[in-house]
């Protein structure tokens, strides 16, 4: 009578080790998909300041724009003769929204080319974002 053997076992633990490497790569991929969510969220952050920034600049470029006799009315700081009263407390309530809508704000700048009659209207702020502080700065201008 032939003896039967048991089934070889050279491929013990192997399971175990295929389990091992997938779990590390899953814990790979699963930090890396962490790290890009947090990037997302501080790009969609700087997004909105920006488009906050756009729509301040556009505010006061079609305000201008609708009183075209007063350029000097809408420059900050002040330079030249102003001819409307009204004008020039709108730009300075304009300002102070302004800087108190974007974080960190440094400056806000308007200024008006006589010869081109371009006004440029400049806003700018900090933004941290892992640490660093970066200045943005929105650059409008209309003749």
């Not at 806000?108 to 702020?125: D, E, K, M, P």
């Amino acid at each position: 009578m032939k003896r039967v053997r048991p089934p070889l076992r050279s491929q013990r633990g192997f399971g175990l080790f295929d389990s091992v490497v997938a779990l590390s790569l899953l814990g790979f991929g699963l930090l890396a998909l962490v790290r890009m969510e947090g990037n997302l969220a501080g790009q969609s952050t700087e997004a909105a300041q920006r488009l906050t920034a756009s729509q301040l600049a556009d505010e006061l470029l079609n305000s201008m724009l609708v009183d075209n006799a007063n350029p000097n009315c809408y420059t900050l700081p002040a330079a030249g003769a102003c001819g409307n009263a009204t004008a020039r407390a709108m730009t300075d309530a304009w300002k102070v929204r302004a800087l108190a809508r974007l974080p960190h704000a440094t400056s806000v700048t308007s200024t008006y080319n006589a010869a081109t009659g371009r006004l440029t209207v400049q806003l700018a702020w900090y933004y941290k974002q892992a640490g660093e502080a970066r200045t943005h700065e929105v650059i409008s201008d209309v003749r």
